[in-house]
């Protein structure tokens, strides 16, 4: 049955950045960009790099590297220049980027400035201190530094940054990469969720879109993972994973399978439904550990990282849960796993997936209704995503956790 043009015409509209009012000239978006005093000649990004200096390498990830820098004003920056797969056009990526530079929020890496020569394309962010989270948790004789404080701190602080990104921003931003690496720590402690928007830089062609959606292992979504279906509940779970492993201190993408599960969401879930749920926690964590505090967010990331993902909360609920001691949480039931089929809730309201995905079905395919979004909408590039294969995606999956590179 073919739809009508204006349902696609609808369910396309939300996942755009750009508003009536953003459709400038080429001309209009260069001198908007100058005026808001964001774009960096190169040259200053060279000289503040040391010429991309090895030396000032923070690491790389799927997008390309990162390279800290200090501005002539005495300015800490982290450099990230993009791979040149995203053949985007100029104007476009600095109107993405103009978009970007625009969320602002204490939980989120602030992006002060970009630059676009020849065939370059860089994105400034400002520089965070303690780097990411990933450094200091899964490695032994640095995981002490984060007591549990801190890592409650870190659960709430990244909750409301995604709240933000989901429902304050001037539009909702879907992460689709929330993990250990892309949460930067300030001196305070502060955690920063980096690489919010990445995904808009690079074209949605269908190579790209596969490549995305085998993304970060550990991390994602089954729904996204295996069919590409893409909503704020994608990033909901993700948050989950990495709730996870800050009480537990382990990396589910390399568990350790001599505790008698898949991974770490089953673990927790197994001890879970046998009331031995604090038997999860980090030992690293010693006496500064708040039981209540410990169980709430054992519970908070199993109801995160749920197979259906009608039944995880809202980043919403979420930072309620984290905020008032929550005397009504649900039950969480049976994680998500890659191939794993979730079986539907009886008499749930209309459901954001119309699945006819249960225990006794073969099928295992979701269809995306985006009637169901709201007038906040969640999803973006759902339409084009939605067609990945599950073979080809999972296919792609980095054993490193990390987004192949595709040049
Ligand atoms: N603003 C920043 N301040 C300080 N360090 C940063 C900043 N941004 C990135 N880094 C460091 O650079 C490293 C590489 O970042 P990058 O985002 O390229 O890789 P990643 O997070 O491992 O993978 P992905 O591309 O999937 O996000 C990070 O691990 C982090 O330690
Ligand atoms: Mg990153």
Known sequence: MTKPNSFFHNLIKPFKFTSSKEEHSEDDIQKLAEQENKIF???????ATNKFSILNKLGEGGFGPVFKGKLSDGREIAVKRLSRRSNQGKTQFINEARLLGRVQHRNVVNLIGYCAHASEKLLVYEYV?????????FKSGKKEELNWKRRF??????GRGLL???????NCIIHRDIKA???????KWVPKIADFGLAR??????????????????YLAPEYLMHGHLSVKADVFSYGVLVLELVSGQKNSSFDTNLSAQNLLDWAYRLYKKGRAMEMVDPALGSSIITEQLEMCIKLGLLCTQGDPNLRPTMGRVVVMLSKKPDNMEEPTRPGMPGSRFRRVPRRPSAMFSSGVDDDSNSNSHTCDSSNYGTNNNTTSATSSSTTPSSTATAQVDPRGKRPMKD
Do not use: W
């Not at 000649?41 to 000289?47: F, I, K, S, W």
């Open 41 to 47: 000649p190169y040259e200053t990004l060279v000289a």
């Open 164 to 170: 933000y990104l989901h429902e304050d921003s001037h």
């Open 153 to 158: 701190d870190i659960i709430s602080g990244v």
């Open 201 to 218: 830089l690079f074209p949605e062609d269908q190579t790209h879109v596969n490549t995305r959606v085998a993304g970060t292992n550990g």
């Open 181 to 187: 690496s892309n949460i930067l720590l300030d001196e």
């Open 129 to 137: 201190p303690r780097k990411s989270l990933d450094k200091l948790l």
